[in-house]
C-alpha cells in the first residue's frame, strides 16, 4: 500500500504525519486489496480541507472530502468517514459470496 500526504498552504509536524499513517494502516483490517491512498490537506478561508482518495484494486476509487475549522478535527472526521466507506464496501464483497435465499430453498426441496 502506497500512501502519499501532500499539503497545500499548510505545513504539517510529524506528529500530524504519523497520526495520518497510523490511521491508515488501521484500514489494512478491512482486508481489501488497498493499492493508493493519496491525503491532500489544505488550507480554506474558513478552516482545513482534507481529503483521502483510497484506490482499491477491482473496485471504485473511494473520495473522502472533510472541512472543519480545526486541522485535527477535520483528520479524524476523514477518517472515520474512511473507516464507514470501507466497512461498507468490505461487508458488501464478503455478503457478494454468500448464496441468495433462493438457492437455499431451490436446495431443500
Given at each position: ?29 478491512y482486508s481489501l486489496d488497498i493499492t493508493t491512498i493519496n491525503c491532500t490537506i489544505g488550507q480554506e478561508k474558513k478552516g482545513v480541507h482534507v481529503e483521502f482518495d483510497i484506490h482499491i484494486a477491482h473496485a ?50
Open positions: 500500500m502506497n500512501l502519499q500526504i501532500r499539503s497545500k498552504d499548510i505545513t504539517l509536524n510529524d506528529a500530524t504525519k504519523a497520526h495520518i499513517e497510523g490511521a491508515v494502516e488501521a484500514f489494512r483490517k471504485q476509487p473511494v473520495v473522502i472530502n472533510q472541512s472543519d475549522d480545526s486541522l485535527d478535527a477535520a483528520i479524524d472526521l476523514a477518517i472515520e468517514k474512511g473507516n464507514k466507506a470501507l466497512r461498507r464496501l468490505h461487508d458488501k464483497v464478503i455478503d457478494h459470496k454468500n448464496g441468495s435465499l433462493k438457492d437455499l430453498e431451490t436446495l431443500d426441496t
